[in-house]
């Protein structure tokens, strides 16, 4: 059984920084597309970022480009590096995993397994 498990969310102050961590269990997925997708309340859940199989790729969403980084290394370990947090990334964040693929995959149907979410709360 596949298992994805987010760390890192929290409460952070406007301005400030977090770092989540996408843990990858039951399978290796360090040659597979991944991504990082966000539902805040009563909105649809995004793309954040994804990354390609081998690293090689990224994609920003506009809202987070220039603040976010999305990378990932040999232990099937994705992270999203989140920098200059506004109220507006308050949401909850799920990383998302791909069985196959050699793209960049951007919508939330295009990935096969989830994580259950971290909550990331921005304060004024």
């Known amino acids: 059984q596949v298992q994805l498990i987010e760390s890192g969310g929290g409460l952070v102050q406007a301005g400030g920084s977090l770092r989540l961590s996408c843990a990858v269990s039951?399978?290796?997925?360090?040659?597979?597309?991944m991504a990082w997708f966000r539902q805040a309340p009563e909105k649809e859940r995004e793309i954040v970022a994804s990354?390609?199989?081998?690293?090689?790729?990224t994609f920003y969403a506009d809202s987070v480009k220039g603040r976010f980084t999305i990378s990932r290394d040999a232990k099937s370990t994705v992270n999203l590096q989140m920098n200059s947090l506004n109220l507006e990334d308050t949401a909850v964040y799920f990383c998302?995993?791909?069985?196959?693929?050699?793209?960049?995959?951007?919508?939330?149907?295009?990935?096969?397994?989830w994580g259950q979410g971290t909550q990331v709360t921005v304060s004024s």
């Open positions: 998302a995993a791909r069985a196959s693929g050699l793209l960049l995959y951007t919508t939330a149907t295009d990935y096969d397994y």
């Open positions: 039951g399978r290796t997925f360090s040659g597979y597309p």
């Open positions: 990354i390609s199989r081998r690293g090689g790729s």
